[in-house]
């Protein structure tokens, strides 16, 4: 059986992946890029290196009613390091801030 895990903010879906298609980082589920939906991750201005994984991307997330900025990210080419630690290559991968998106 199939248990799917979704991102949503005030009702909209943003994101939705089996269980076993998501990886978990430092606490954080990544989605799989073919799980968001379109329109719903803006680019967002703010830099972030981390020093294990690398250069981060930023998204803000737009919903029917309000933006959520700097609210999902991403590493567009993580340290092949961080991929041998984790075990699995996230490249591309989103991560929401569970502050502003709830992951269910």
């Not at 799980?35 to 972030?48: D, E, R, T, W």
């Not at 984790?86 to 991560?95: E, N």
């Amino acid at each position: 059986m199939r248990t799917d895990i979704k991102a949503t903010a005030d009702g909209t879906l943003l994101a939705e992946a089996a269980a076993d298609e998501i990886v978990v980082i430092e606490g954080n589920r990544y989605f799989p890029p073919a799980s968001l939906l379109i329109g719903v991750l803006h680019p967002s201005a703010k830099p972030y290196v981390c020093p294990w994984k690398g250069r981060a991307e930023y998204f803000d997330v737009t919903t029917p009613s309000r933006v959520l900025s700097d609210a999902a990210w991403t590493y567009p080419s993580p340290k092949h390091s961080a991929i041998e630690q984790v075990g699995h290559d996230f490249t591309g991968y989103i991560a929401f801030d569970t502050h502003q998106i709830d992951i269910d």
